[in-house]
């Protein structure tokens, strides 16, 4: 979290935000939330594809997140914590909704496509 100019400063020099600049890399164990099985995982990152490609406007954070919401409801841990390991590759981060405004609708499309990719190539990790 950023509190002031110095986390941000601090973050900057850490390369904590660097995946706003870059594609993340991904590390397969980060993905599992709470012992979901990859299959399940897959699944709401392409249900979470199809709501965004489905946005006509993508123009706050907040639009982005009521939209997901409507899906994520009752099982939102389950589908917002890959989306957002999808997004930037790391535990912590800035909510995926913000970074995903930040980011744009073509890049946020572009990761969770290669989170999919990466997913399904390493399902038996």
Request: zero cysteines; a neutral charge.
């Amino acid at each position: 979290r950023i509190g002031t100019y110095a986390d941000l400063r601090e973050g900057i020099i850490n390369g904590e935000f660097d995946y706003f600049f870059s594609a993340p890399s991904y590390k397969f164990p980060i993905f599992i939330w709470k012992e979901k099985k990859p299959e399940a995982i897959v699944n709401h990152l392409i249900k979470v594809k199809e709501i965004i490609q489905e946005m006509e406007n993508f123009h706050s954070s907040q639009e982005i997140k009521e939209k997901i919401f409507q899906y994520a409801e009752h099982k939102k841990g389950e589908v917002l914590w890959p989306f957002r390991v999808a997004l930037t590759g790391q535990q912590k981060s800035a909510d995926p909704f913000m970074t995903s405004y930040v980011l744009g609708k073509d890049e946020t499309l572009k990761r969770i496509e290669r989170a999919i990719e990466f997913l399904d190539k390493n399902r038996e990790i």
